[in-house]
């Protein structure tokens, strides 16, 4: 019983987010899924990041919480456009909720969507947004053994990111044991070492956003 | 249709989670429900906590992940009974999963149960698993505004350990704002502010343990 509704529930969400992909794809726009755990540090990459990408193309982001608008009030601070939803209890975004914050966004002109999820290494997973990608914030504080963890998470991940880099000599996170284990649940995500906080990594960071946007 | 089925699961497990709750009260085992964010220190804690509480009293560990048996082979180490369940992608544990683990613990002479809950902020709030009460691990690198963000969670919590306190110096983590957000969903929760790195406020946290044992 319980599996035959998720898998009702997974299956309109999927036809759902095929729409947004397809209404996202047609306006030029490419979107990031967002995920990691709470406090991995998702709304302070993307509080540095933008102000370098909006340099260049326009920018917008939904921000996803259980409760509080206090991550889209500090994305708005970067002069984009930002929505906030509530899940209010719910431990993941779904396509549903991505259409109507969609409605609440100016799309013309737009070449970059972050759609930053709720704090959680399990459930955003196995829910599509309509995404064009998925990135995976993972702090070093949380320990190197995460991936073989959480293999649902990050076996989806397109890029994964390493923040709190700064903190690296005071934990006794192993880069190499991260990397190990990330391989054998996603031998082709990207890695990148971040610090949010210092900026290290973040021109790399760039690069890598800035060279998947379209002309 | 979604909220009828998930309110029929929760009946079901309250029912069971009562069954275990009567059954460890009749055996004199208090029992803590340790949940937080994935990598905020749930296990550390155990590990450095264990020794110093097995000196006076019998302790056994129910560890839940979603894949590995490595955090019950670190408690195993502490050399109390260990016993690991993983949910294969559920992002919690629920009563029926602790009442399989209980069947492979000797239970007599027992006098306090940990069970290490998935990591995540979210989906184990809901599912009591007969526990006399609950536990919450907040890193303080995952910031100051977890509960008020993660209102679910924190609002369950008897005590909410502030670990990772050896790196405060290094954030910009105030533990006055997050006192002040915890008030706010959960004015009764004790907190405590420690360090499974170092060991700050571990006697501390034996004392709180110790208190609530039964002779």
Sequence with gaps: MKVNVMSDILKANDLLAQDIRTMLEKKGIVSWNVMGSPGSGKTSVLERL?????????VAVIEGDLATSKDAERIAKTGVQSVQINTK???HLDAAMVRSAL??????????????????LVCPSEFSLGETGRIIVSSITEGDDKPEKYPSMFRTGDLVLLNKMDLITFTNFDPNAFKRGLKKVNPRAAVLPISASDGMGFSELLDWIAGRLEG
Tied chains: 1, 2.
């Design 50 to 58: 933008i102000p370098m990408l909006r340099k260049t193309a326009e």
């Design 103 to 120: 409605a609440k966004i100016d799309l013309e002109g737009l070449k970059a969507l972050f759609i930053e999820n709720v704090g959680n």
């Design 89 to 91: 209890g719910g431990c």
